[in-house]
């Protein structure tokens, strides 16, 4: 254990990560958790207090363990700088908003996301979709909660959609407002909690009414749509009672599929399961004679709409993981070409 610890036991410092990163600590560094990353610099949570520090090479995330080195003054505070991110336990990436073919990492070293929508709207049932496939395949639990369930025109008829769509999922109603709910929340959230959803959903006021100390901006929606203004702007980890800890996010405008093959079909365990029964195995279950799931849709077992979310995410996987490989191939022969280059001019030097 770092000396001191007592402040990042709050940060969800605990024996077992001591165990795993003391030995990954290079002598003389203090370990740390990022809290808020900003402009290569970002907040850190460490033995001695919350610092700020300079990123290394590699990018960082909020919820990331890292060895530090420094700190040297700057002004009042003391300015470290990050020299190694610890091994990740779960990493949530989605596809890059920017249409890069490369992911985005929302947050790291998450036990349980909590996925987020408000019960007073329309439920975007695709969207709680997305963001369990990203759960699942993080490795991380996801709940959930229906937000705002006070101001819920049918909180029930809510509540039962939404469980056809998280089969292995906890689906909770609760309200920040009346506090229903809320004990059962803060009982099935575990370690490091991140909160995902859409701005306006009431992230940010949610988790202000889980026992801790939190403060987070919160913002009312607009009128007319019920749209959120994206009050809270940064990636921002908390500290909750009993050592855990709580990632609130901005809200997310949408949700891509990334390298999350594992995590679609865990959100989709009905359809998979019937997958292996279809007659034919490279069946595409839209008209081939015995398809196990098109039978099940036509006889009401599955809803047509599932079926076509399910497929609409593999489509959206497959396509972003083909431009991730003709990535890493362009890299890896651009590399090659460096290293022959380097290789001849080596060679022809010898022989000088
Ligand atoms: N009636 C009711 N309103 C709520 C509840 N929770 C949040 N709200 C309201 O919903 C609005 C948005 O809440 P925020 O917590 O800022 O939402 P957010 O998801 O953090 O939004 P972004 O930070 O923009 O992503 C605020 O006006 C809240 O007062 C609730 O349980 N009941
Ligand atoms: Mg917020
Ligand atoms: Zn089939």
């Known amino acids: 254990m770092p000396e001191n610890s007592s402040f990042l036991t709050e940060y969800g410092w605990n024996t077992i990560l001591s165990e795993k990163f003391d030995a990954l600590t290079p002598a003389g560094d203090k370990l740390g958790r990022v809290l808020r990353v900003d402009r290569g610099q970002c907040d850190i949570a460490a033995a001695t207090g919350i610092s700020r520090a300079v990123s290394g090479n590699e990018p960082l995330c909020t919820g990331d363990w890292v060895t530090l080195a420094g700190g040297f003054q700057t002004d009042w505070t003391e300015t470290y700088t990050v020299t190694s991110i610890l091994p990740r336990s779960s990493s949530i990436i989605r596809s890059s908003a920017s249409g890069k073919s490369e992911g985005q990492l929302l947050a790291a070293n998450v036990d349980t996301v909590v996925v987020a929508t408000a019960a007073d709207g329309d439920v975007d049932l695709g969207r709680i979709e997305r963001l369990l496939a990203l759960t699942w395949e993080s490795g991380a639990t996801p709940v959930v909660a229906l937000t705002k369930a006070d101001a819920a025109q049918n909180i029930y008829d809510a509540l039962a959609a939404v469980s056809v769509v998280a089969p292995g999922a906890t689906v909770l109603a609760v309200s920040a407002e009346t506090h229903e709910g809320m004990d059962v929340l803060n009982a099935v959230l575990d370690g490091t909690v991140a909160i995902l959803g859409p701005s306006g959903a009431g992230k940010s006021t949610l988790a202000n009414a889980l026992p801790g100390h939190s403060s987070l901006d919160t913002g009312a929606v607009r009128t007319g749509d019920g749209k959120g203004r994206h009050t809270t702007v940064t990636r921002e980890l908390i ?23 594992e995590g679609i079909d865990k959100t989709f365990p009905e359809i998979e399961e019937l997958i292996s029964i279809c007659r034919f195995s490279d069946c595409s279950h839209t008209s081939e004679p015995d398809c196990a799931v098109r039978n099940a849709v036509e006889c009401g077992e599955i809803q047509e709409r599932r079926l076509a979310s399910y497929r609409k995410l593999q489509k959206e996987n497959a396509w972003n993981d083909s431009r991730n490989n003709a990535r890493l191939q362009a890299e890896h022969t651009r590399e090659m070409k460096v290293r022959s280059r380097q290789l001849k001019a080596r060679y022809w030097a010898r022989g000088q």
Do not use: H
């Open 239 to 261: 500290p909750l009672s009993g050592g855990r800890t709580l990632i609130d996010t901005p809200g997310l405008r949408g949700v891509g599929m990334w390298n999350a093959g």
